[in-house]
């Protein structure tokens, strides 16, 4: 990179990186650096009447600093939270030499530096928590400024918040905005608290292929990559469904799975190419006993996170008390539109959805028009953990179908939020009616719906050898961890979302501007 590229402060900071080299100071030190206190648990454990003085060896990022001639105070910034540096020139320097503070500190350190210190924990006379500094290591020199966040009066300026520029530099992000990092604790601890409860009943955790030969278990666009040794396509995994259930024809009794998942689809609030999904299958189960199973899962997974059911996320406080309310997919959409769609066929549905504005084409079946006026209609109205039961049986292929009404199935989505979070099926075990769903579906695809289900030849192969009686449920992580952290779009609670190539992104922004003018 040429110094015409840089920004003034960054050839600033490449100059003080060459005069560090020249003075021996070495700017990204390969030893170890001995950490053995953080930030929080200094401020939580410190005590004023404490017998014996503290010492303690601390690293982390220089968030802000004052010199003030032979004695500076500087914020450091670690895993767990922030503290303040006291350094006195005397101190870190204690022989003639003086060049470590008046050179080194004063003048070649900057903000976003990465330094190690060694001293004494004690509280100053304005009261903060501090560290006295006794040695001071520089462990790796920034070589870009932070975009420094400023507060006064409580209101933020210079504030690093330009969505493109958080997810797309989510490292920056996370250093200098408070609370970021809390979403992704909160994350690893939805994860935790699931895993616990399926432990707990003695299901395990496996691992299925994520390139397939066939994309199956779920109604979406795949996408294709190519196996160069064997010469075939291979799809990216759009559901591990049909994986699971061969572990359940091969004699497991419960079996779950935390998969990256991927769609050739849209993106959007709710929507990320790349998601995470979580799917269980349980033997000798319908999907009675799985709804059950789902809400005491997210009332104690609410509970563990959160420490309570009640939970706000943007202007709505959502209850995940268990029991959840149940609503027939038929009585939901008579509910919200006066209309009763049971044994409509494929043209009375598309005058429904003509009637209500709902675009439709051609190649969309009875199941996509029934989804299509539900999801138009009805989906988000609902706000409170509602399960959505009974589908029809043109909406649910690998679902069993209902014991009452073979004209609908043993599914149920549980919709928060105004939006589908899990999906559960009694789970389709016969082989023979399995075939007949793939072989609609491939008619599907014929007509044009690229979004249909492949005929897993395999898979009914297993189903031949017999699958007892099951139940199954997906789940999407990245909406759960919406709700638990009170985020209202995907890419807040993911680390990297997929974003548009940057030099694309700023010509559309570009080109807005003009517009603009």
């Known amino acids: 990179m040429s110094n015409i590229e840089l920004s003034e402060q960054e050839v600033v900071r490449r100059n003080s990186l060459e005069e560090l080299r020249r003075i021996g100071v070495d700017p990204y030190p390969a030893q170890e650096y001995k950490v053995d206190a953080y930030a929080k648990e200094i401020k939580e454990n410190f005590a004023d009447d404490a017998a014996e003085i503290r010492n303690v060896s601390v690293a982390g990022r220089i968030m802000s600093r004052r010199i003030m001639g032979k004695a500076s105070f500087i914020e450091l910034k670690d895993s767990t939270g922030r503290i303040q540096i006291y350094i006195s020139r005397d101190d870190i320097c204690p022989g003639e030499n003086k060049d470590l503070y008046n050179v080194v500190f004063k003048k070649l350190l900057d903000i976003g530096d990465i330094i190690g210190v060694t001293g004494f924990v004690f509280r100053t006379q304005m009261g903060e928590i501090t560290v006295h500094a006794k040695t001071l290591t ?210 009375a549905l598309r005058d429904v959805c003509k009637k209500f504005g709902i675009p439709t084409d051609k190649s969309m079946g009875k199941g996509k028009l029934i989804d299509e006026i539900f999801g138009e209609k009805c989906e988000g109205t609902y706000i409170q953990p509602t399960f959505i039961t009974d589908y029809p049986i043109e909406m649910s292929p690998l679902t069993k179908r209902h014991r009452n009404n073979p004209r609908l199935t043993e599914r149920f989505e549980l919709m928060v939020n105004g939006k589908e979070l899990c999906n559960a099926y009694s789970e389709l075990n016969d082989p023979i009616d399995q075939r007949l769903r793939f072989e609609e579906q491939l008619r599907l695809s014929e007509k044009g719906d690229d979004e249909a289900m492949f005929i897993d030849n395999d898979f009914l192969r297993a189903l031949e050898y017999g699958m007892p009686p099951t139940s199954g449920m997906g789940i999407g992580m990245d909406r759960l961890v919406m709700l638990m952290t009170g985020q209202t779009t995907i890419q807040e609670v993911i680390f990297f979302p997929q974003m548009r190539p940057e030099k694309k992104a700023r010509k559309e922004e570009e080109n807005k501007e003009t517009e603009g003018k």
């Open 138 to 347: 520089l462990l790796s020199k920034s070589l870009r400024p932070l975009p420094i966040v400023k507060m006064k009066d409580g209101v933020a300026y210079d504030a690093f918040d330009d969505p493109e520029l958080r997810y797309r530099r989510r490292y920056v992000d996370l250093i200098v905005n408070e609370g970021v990092k809390e979403i992704f604790v909160k994350r690893n601890k939805v994860y935790e608290s699931m895993r616990g409860y399926f432990n707990g009943k003695g299901y395990m955790e496996v691992e299925t292929p994520i390139l397939q030969s066939i994309p199956g278990g779920a109604a979406a666009r795949p996408f294709i990559t190519h196996h160069n040794a064997l010469d075939i396509p291979l799809y990216l995994r759009i559901a591990d469904e049909l994986y699971l259930k061969r572990l359940i024809v091969g004699g497991f009794e419960g079996v779950y799975e935390f998969s990256k998942n991927f769609r050739n689809e849209g993106m959007d609030r709710n929507h990320n190419p790349e998601f995470t999904c979580m799917e269980i299958y349980v033997s000798y189960k319908d999907y009675n006993w799985m709804m059950e199973f789902t809400e005491k899962m997210l009332e104690k997974i609410a509970l563990d996170v959160n420490g309570t059911t009640e939970l706000k996320v943007g202007g709505n406080t959502i209850s995940f008390k268990a029991p959840f309310r149940r609503v027939t997919m038929t009585d939901a959409i008579k509910e919200h539109t006066g209309i009763d769609i049971t044994g409509m066929d494929e043209d």
